[in-house]
């Protein structure tokens, strides 16, 4: 099957612009990314500097499509379904309430037919907040993220804090995968409400 222009834009940018994404912790607050020649600049010194596969890595499952889809909401993607994940723990330590609105009412939705996954994340109890949400979502993500191109696993953490734990998406077995319904509908709660804040405290 014939990639289309959007999906290949998509794929260069990720591989070849990861100063688009990059995490605010990461960045020198002394460079500049207003110009394109700045932006590519700094691209190529986070390949560098991070060691990442610049090969091509066209979407070749409808996993890597769906990842290549929703590349740039995946924080946002990553909180939800931590506060879905984490919503007994949030509910027992009275700490629902301190969710933004549209985070809160995601937490609290009920999914016909969705068993509840037997397993909570095991979150450090050291990050804050926003990140613990992150931490657990990357953890019940882990099965999809991990089926996607190695280049793309690779680039995935620059997303995140540097206070992000680097194995997060190396730990397998604490918890049951999301499964697949589940992850096309935190997808679309994300893009509906991107202005949630993956860096709240």
Same mark, same amino acid.
């Given at each position: 099957?014939?990639?289309?222009?959007?999906?290949?834009?998509?794929?260069?940018?990720?591989?070849?612009?990861?100063?688009?994404?990059?995490?605010?912790?990461?960045?020198?607050?002394?460079?500049?990314?207003?110009?394109?020649?700045?932006?590519?600049?700094?691209?190529?010194?986070?390949?560098?500097?991070?060691?990442?596969?610049?090969?091509?890595?066209?979407?070749?499952?409808?996993?890597?499509?769906?990842?290549?889809?929703?590349?740039?909401?995946?924080?946002?993607?990553?909180?939800?379904?931590? !506060?879905?994940?984490?919503? +007994?723990?949030?509910?027992?330590?009275?700490? =629902?309430? #301190? &969710?933004?609105?549209? @985070? *809160?009412?995601?937490?609290?939705?009920?999914?016909?037919?969705?068993?509840?996954?037997?397993?909570?994340?095991?979150?450090? !109890?050291?990050?804050?907040? +926003?990140?613990?949400?992150?931490?657990?979502? =990357?953890? #019940? &993500?882990?099965?999809? @993220? *991990?089926?996607?191109?190695?280049?793309?696993?690779?680039?995935?953490?620059?997303?995140?804090?540097?206070?992000?734990?680097?194995?997060?998406?190396?730990?397998?077995?604490?918890?049951?995968?999301?499964?697949?319904?589940?992850?096309?509908?935190?997808?679309?709660?994300?893009?509906?409400?991107?202005?949630?804040?993956?860096?709240?405290?």
């Amino acid at each position: 099957m014939s990639l289309t222009h959007t999906a290949v834009s998509t794929t260069d940018r990720i591989l070849y612009d990861p100063a688009s994404y990059l995490h605010a912790s990461r960045l020198n607050p002394r460079m500049s990314t207003r110009c394109a020649g700045q932006r590519a600049a700094l691209s190529r010194i986070v390949m560098a500097v991070y060691g990442l596969s610049d090969g091509p890595a066209p979407p070749r499952t409808p996993a890597d499509r769906t990842l290549a889809d929703c590349w740039w909401e995946l924080p946002i993607v990553c909180m939800l379904a931590g !506060a879905h994940c984490l919503r +007994g723990e949030l509910i027992g330590r009275g700490q =629902l309430s #301190a &969710l933004p609105p549209a @985070l *809160r009412h995601f937490a609290l939705l009920q999914f016909p037919n969705v068993e509840p996954l037997p397993q909570t994340p095991r979150v450090p !109890a050291t990050l804050p907040a +926003g990140l613990r949400l992150q931490h657990a979502g =990357l953890a #019940a &993500l882990g099965g999809w @993220l *991990r089926s996607t191109p190695v280049a793309w696993q690779q680039r995935i953490p620059l997303m995140f804090s540097t206070r992000m734990p680097a194995d997060v998406l190396e730990s397998r077995g604490t918890v049951r995968d999301m499964p697949p319904f589940l992850i096309q509908q935190v997808i679309q709660y994300a893009k509906s409400h991107r202005d949630i804040s993956p860096d709240i405290a």
